[in-house]
């Protein structure tokens, strides 16, 4: 689906297909390089190759069970979404959550556009009735976003990130029902 953000640009929503690999690596590493709210860490990403990248795309792929959202602004990937249902029979109900996106395309409406889709595909999926995620407690900015789509906070990890410099966040754990009990 496409969308126009403020800057004039047309934003494209679509799933990730092996053939992203090679520029979906190139934005993960800089996606990484802008900010500590991620759980990567920049040697961790700048390990990470094209093959990597492949085989973590084939991983949603091969299963409708997994969602993973790309937004594009022309050819160029500036955000992503993924939703990766629990593996054991007895949480296949739950699926937990990860966002990200450039700096430079904050506060345009992407994450939105990008939780909305993801929204409407767990509402639809056969099994999936809660979305869980952790967030770090001082991105402010994803607690609002996730606040707005109805997460209610469950849960603290008291220091549960260590940063790099060798500070510590808590993980605020935060879920979503997207279908009735």
Known sequence: MQHFLPNGQILELRQAVP?????????FRQLISETDF?????????SWTVEDERDFILSFSRDTKDLLLLAFAGNHPIGT????QNTFSKEAHLCNLGIGVLHSYWNMGI???????ATRWAEQHPQLEIIQLGVL?????????????GFMEYGRMPKGVR?????????????????PL
């Open 19 to 27: 053939d992203d690999a090679p520029v979906l690596l190139s934005y």
């Open 81 to 84: 979404l993924s939703i990766r």
């Open 111 to 117: 994450g939105r556009r990008m939780m909305t889709a």
């Open 38 to 46: 991620l759980l990567y860490t920049r040697e961790e990403a700048a």
């Open 163 to 179: 940063q790099p410099d060798g500070t510590y966040v808590d993980n605020i754990l935060m879920s979503k029902r997207v279908k």
């Open 137 to 149: 407690a001082n991105n402010e900015r994803a607690i609002q976003l996730y606040r707005n789509f």
